[in-house]
């Protein structure tokens, strides 16, 4: 995998890589809340977007509410929206201390699995990642997203505590994933990006770095991911993770992104998903995937993607005619 990284960054034409999963739903003619739950419809879902679209990897479903479930979370389902998680489950030092670190295969998360199980054998012409989200997002859910920031500054052992048994838990599903014979996991931290940079560096990079410590290695790749709009300004300690590539959101210069990055470390982003994958125009899509690739197309490390996981009911001619434009592109530039 990590040979295939570096083939991806060397070529002179690079496929492009969007976290492109939920518009499954509308190839298999089914529902959202269908889709998460039947791991033969995950599967199939990813074979059928990675035969309609000529992508460097297949993505399983960025679906973050499913490791706050384990924990006890309750979710809102719906038939046309990803999950979301609903509530808090820890309220304070007493409760985060009682709070079980879960098993993996429990709630939905054995379903994921047995996903990636299947879709491996089903795709064999690129790479399959897993999907789980990262530590600090998964705390967030558990303490509440605003809560938890308040808690960063006024109850950081609390925060801390709860974050000690989100890792584990994180580090044992990419386990299984790899046992699973993924190739490697795009891990989002997206709540990381309402962060301070200083802050980022205490509660967030030093617990995504014991993260691929433990399970990144020459056949399994940890893909961060980033959609928040004060990356730029934390890409130092995002950097030091030492995850092998680093995905971010539209909500940011994508060029002032990779011009704190090292040029031998693959960057993706960052074409709008809402704005332009679920509500864009072919015209527009095309002209925003064109305008990205004149402005960072000139970085050997730049892989061009969607900015976060394209909404399940994005238009499929939006989709595309984003692959449309990236091959134009290519093919008008080598």
């Keep these: 995998m990590k040979k295939w990284l570096e083939e991806l960054r060397?070529?002179?034409?690079?496929?492009?890589?969007?976290?492109?999963?939920?518009?499954?739903?509308s190839l298999l003619g089914i529902s959202v809340k269908e889709l998460?739950?039947?791991?033969?419809?995950?599967?199939?879902?990813?074979?059928?977007?990675?035969?309609?679209t000529d992508s460097a990897a297949a993505v399983s479903l960025m679906d973050l509410s499913v490791e706050a479930e384990c924990f006890g979370s309750k979710i809102r389902v719906s038939d046309r929206e990803v999950p979301t998680v609903v509530g808090r489950i820890v309220n304070n030092e007493e409760e985060a201390q009682a709070l079980k670190i879960p098993?993996?295969?429990s709630a939905r998360s054995g379903l994921y699995v047995e996903t990636i199980e299947k879709a491996v054998k089903l795709i064999t012409d690129r790479p399959v990642f897993a999907g789980a989200i990262g530590p600090f997002s998964l705390a967030a859910r558990l303490l509440d997203v605003e809560e938890i920031m308040v808690d960063c500054y006024d109850e950081p052992d609390l925060v801390h505590t709860v974050m000690e048994k989100t890792t584990r838990f994180i580090i044992e599903?990419?386990?299984?994933?790899r046992q699973a014979g993924a190739d490697g996991v795009v891990l989002a931290e997206p709540v990381t990006g309402l962060l301070s940079p200083s802050l980022a560096e205490e509660f967030s990079s030093?617990?995504?770095?014991?993260?691929?410590?433990?399970?990144?290695?020459?056949r399994f790749l940890v893909i961060y991911h980033?959609?928040?709009d004060h990356t730029v300004d934390m890409a130092d300690s995002i950097l030091e993770t030492g995850a092998a590539a680093y995905h971010f959101g539209n909500a940011i210069d994508m060029k002032k992104m990779l011009e704190r990055v090292p040029a031998d470390t693959v960057v993706m982003g960052n074409v709008d998903p809402a704005g332009e994958f679920c509500n864009g125009t072919p015209e527009s899509i095309r002209r925003a995937t064109l305008d990205l690739l004149e402005k960072c197309g000139g970085?050997?490390?730049f892989v061009i993607s969607s900015g976060c996981d394209i909404p399940p009911l994005s238009k499929w001619e939006n989709i595309d005619d984003f692959f449309a434009a990236v091959k134009d592109y290519y093919e008008g530039n080598v």
């Design 36 to 52: 998460i739950s039947d791991s033969d419809r995950q599967a199939r879902g990813m074979q059928l977007i990675a035969e309609h």
């Design 10 to 25: 060397l070529s002179p034409v690079k496929k492009p890589l969007p976290i492109l999963s939920f518009p499954a739903v």
């Design 103 to 105: 098993e993996v295969g």
């Design 226 to 228: 980033n959609c928040g």
């Design 299 to 301: 970085y050997p490390n």
């Design 173 to 177: 599903y990419c386990k299984a994933y």
């Design 206 to 218: 030093p617990y995504v770095k014991q993260i691929v410590d433990e399970v990144q290695d020459d």
